[in-house]
């Protein structure tokens, strides 16, 4: 039972990265998936969240710039960002909410 998290990286301010997340060991198809984010001194905080039947929240911090997505046929949840920022930059891990399963996170870093 494990979710991993891959396609961090460095990038500039304005471009844009996707996140997967890919999860094994449940029943992905039930489980409402979401990504977190947590900077350096700062608290984990909320990013996006999508349910089984695919409805979508998010962060008014990311509105309208990050994409979350899921594919239940490769069992892998996706949060596609783009015009990135500086404040974005932390590391994004994804939950299996209700679960209480976390992956161990990607790093984003968005340079100036």
């Known amino acids: 039972v494990q979710l991993v998290e891959s396609g961090g990286g460095l990038v500039q301010a304005g471009g844009s990265l996707r996140l997967s997340c890919a999860a094994s060991g449940i029943t992905f198809s039930v489980r409402t998936m979401a990504w977190y984010r947590q900077a350096p001194g700062n608290q984990r905080e909320f990013v996006a969240r999508?349910?089984?039947?695919?409805?979508?929240i998010y962060a008014d911090s990311v509105k309208g710039r990050f994409t979350i997505a899921r594919d239940g046929a490769k069992n892998t949840v996706y949060l596609q960002m783009s015009n990135l920022k500086p404040d974005d930059t932390a590391v994004y891990y994804c939950?299996?909410?209700?679960?209480?399963?976390w992956g161990k996170g990607t790093q984003v870093t968005v340079s100036s």
């Open positions: 999508i349910t089984p039947s695919g409805d979508t």
């Open positions: 939950t299996a909410e209700r679960l209480g399963l």
